[in-house]
């Protein structure tokens, strides 16, 4: 089981020699083929079990008809028990394999659904910021679980199908030797109903589908409103949303049943017309025992192969419906899997200045320039011209509108134009993403544009930690020292400037104390020292800080702003704040007005002399100061 999950080490960003091949995204039936041959050597084996699995039911009632014409009706004591007997080893054979059918083809699924959600994981590692400009929170979280679990039990009912599908064909070659035209039946009897069905399969697709992306849409809008819980509770804001998540919920629940009943009635025609062949083979059995041409015992056996041919029937069923559902999860997964980054690495790679130069990092777009050595402070009366600002000394974009669905409920006329609308505008965000990436970026590091230094370069020498950095699941420790590489006091000096030990404190365990998933046990506060704490251990060359402070207490936030001024000193460090608690420690000053520098100076130079500036600082009238 040492392939158990397997590896997953695709997408280019990782060498090009890696043993595992890139999924084949060129549609969604090719991505359920990649899939399949991923596991071929699983699904085969499963298969060749099954076949020993289906032993009894396919040799079975030839050995019932023969205890009965040989044993039975012959009144043969001696050959009903070997006949007996043969049927109880083949029984005991049937029960062995299907333990091991059962543990091949649950493996078979565990590895379709841990796999995919690698996959998923490792696009996510892969895009980094830009997951939320290309595709829908809630819909990625649903590639990872539910649309990974239809692929799993595609993989599983693909295997139990070709171990009935080579069951059926020992039949019909039994049946065929004993009676021809019974034979014929028999056989005729799994396209038939397979043919009835198909025209309920394309208006179950439909539904699917609908149902799919309602469950993204309502996991999308639960994500948002835990992630939000604590700022709809501030505002009153929690029965608005949950009255829209109410209405979501209906309407997925509708979708569901809608699908729900087609399936039903798929599953119903299948019963109705299994039990019609049972009748007509009955009939057409008897009469020919009447006549002669079939003996009692294999008048018994058509009956238990009769029987036996419900189970392919419905086999051959549930594999339809599970492709169908598989291919419209493939389809979301495919548009999920196949965006790319838009950075590639510049042809020409520039070094970065020497950290003994202390050089400045300049940013031509609004003029800012972030002095060596020094705390500079950003104040912007619009929020998002410094977190743009941010954004851009550190080489990131910014999620500026929301990305499409991956699938979206329509009408079956608007359903392939919609379609081909949403893959058009995913291609334009891609597409004018590659042109921004490819361009020079406009920040200049000691005279060096970012977009000629090698990303990974940018991301060790410039930080940038904004309100979106999030806390994972881990030990206290994990969460300062992700990598692993401070000592204890670093650890503790990084907490101490942060003011988190309070956290360390309220902890069972200390550094060795569990955070739970983006630190729900802990404040909004805490939270945020927590990030800031973790950036400080990082110890960067260039610091950026968005809002560093916002939802911690005055008190808390002066011992931040005086520690952090002493622990990053002689170091390069911008802070993006309107708070006076910073702008007192601050070595300079910028004020941004409409996304560019209008002023810069000390804040006490500043407030004396600049009235945009006391308007942002102080929100009071300019005539109110001297």
Not at 550 to 556: P, Y
Request: net charge neutral.
């Amino acid at each position: 089981m040492r392939d158990f999950p397997p590896r997953v080490t695709v997408f280019h960003t990782l060498p090009a020699e890696t043993s595992t091949p890139a999924p084949d995204l060129r549609s969604p039936a090719r991505f359920l083929l990649w899939q399949m041959r991923q596991q071929a050597p699983v699904v085969a084996s499963s298969g060749l079990v099954g076949v020993l699995w289906q032993l009894p039911l396919t040799v079975g009632p030839w050995i019932v008809g023969r205890a009965v014409d040989r044993g039975l009706i012959a009144g043969s004591t001696t050959a009903t028990l070997q006949w007996t007997g043969l049927l109880l080893l083949v029984t005991v054979v049937g029960a062995v394999f299907g333990i091991a059918m059962h543990t091949l083809v649950v493996r078979s699924w565990l590895i379709a659904l841990y796999g995919t959600t690698l996959l998923v994981t490792r696009k996510a590692v892969q895009l980094g910021h830009l997951l939320p400009r290309r595709t829908p929170t809630g819909e990625v979280l649903s590639v990872a679980s539910g649309d990974a679990d239809e692929f799993g039990g595609l993989t599983e009912v693909t295997a139990r199908a070709l171990s009935q599908l080579v069951a059926y064909l020992g039949v019909a070659t039994i049946v065929l030797l004993t009676s021809p035209a019974l034979g014929l039946m028999v056989l005729a009897a799994a396209p038939i109903l397979v043919g009835v069905a198909l025209p309920l399969l394309r208006p179950l697709h439909r539904r699917q589908e609908s149902e799919r992306q309602r469950t993204s849409t309502l996991t999308s809008l639960a994500t948002d409103i835990v992630a939000g819980l604590r700022i709809l509770r501030g505002i009153g804001g929690e029965s608005t949303f949950g009255r829209n998540y109410a209405r979501q919920s209906q309407l997925t629940r509708r979708a569901g049943v809608s699908a729900g009943m087609w399936q039903a009635a798929i599953e119903s025609v299948g019963v109705l017309m299994s039990g019609c062949f049972l009748v007509l083979l009955m009939y057409a059995g008897t009469r020919a025992v009447e006549s002669g041409s079939l003996t009692v015992g294999e008048l018994v056996s058509f009956l238990g192969y009769g029987l036996f041919m419900v189970g392919p029937i419905q086999t051959f069923f549930e594999f339809v419906q599970k492709l169908t559902r598989a291919l419209v999860s493939a389809r979301k997964a495919v548009t999920a899997l196949e965006t790319s980054p838009p950075w590639r690495a510049p042809a020409v790679p520039a070094a970065l200045p020497d950290p003994a130069e202390r050089a400045d990092l300049v940013d031509e777009a609004s003029g800012f320039v972030a002095r060596a050595g020094l705390l500079t402070v950003v104040v912007s009366s619009v929020p998002e011209s410094s977190a743009a600002l941010a954004d851009r000394l550190g080489r990131w974009f910014t999620a500026d509108e929301e990305p499409p669905a991956l699938l979206e409920p329509a009408g079956r006329r608007r359903l392939r134009r919609g379609r081909v609308e949403r893959a058009a505008r995913r291609e334009q965000l891609a597409a004018r993403d590659d042109v921004r990436a490819a361009q020079p970026w406009g920040v200049a590091y000691g005279g060096v544009d970012l977009a000629r230094v090698p990303l990974e370069e940018v991301r060790r020498r410039i930080l940038v930690s904004d309100t979106g950095s999030q806390l994972f699941a881990g030990s206290l420790q994990d969460a300062v020292d992700p990598l692993g590489v401070l000592t204890r006091e670093q650890a503790e000096q990084a907490l101490r400037t942060a003011a988190a030990e309070d956290v360390y404190d309220a902890l069972a365990g200390g550094w060795g104390g569990e955070l739970e998933e983006r630190g729900r046990g802990l404040s909004g506060g805490q939270r945020q020292r927590v990030v800031l704490a973790r950036a400080l251990a990082a110890d960067p060359e260039v610091l950026v800080l968005v809002e560093p402070t916002s939802a911690v207490d005055a008190h808390t936030e002066a011992r931040i702003a005086q520690r952090l001024a002493a622990h990053r000193r002689d170091r390069t460090t911008v802070v993006t704040t309107v708070s006076p608690l910073w702008l007192h420690h601050a070595d300079r000053v910028v004020l941004l007005s409409g996304g560019r520098v209008v002023a810069e100076g000390s804040h006490q130079e500043l407030l004396a002399g600049e009235p945009r500036y006391r308007e942002v600082v102080v929100r009071a009238p300019e005539d109110s100061y001297v």
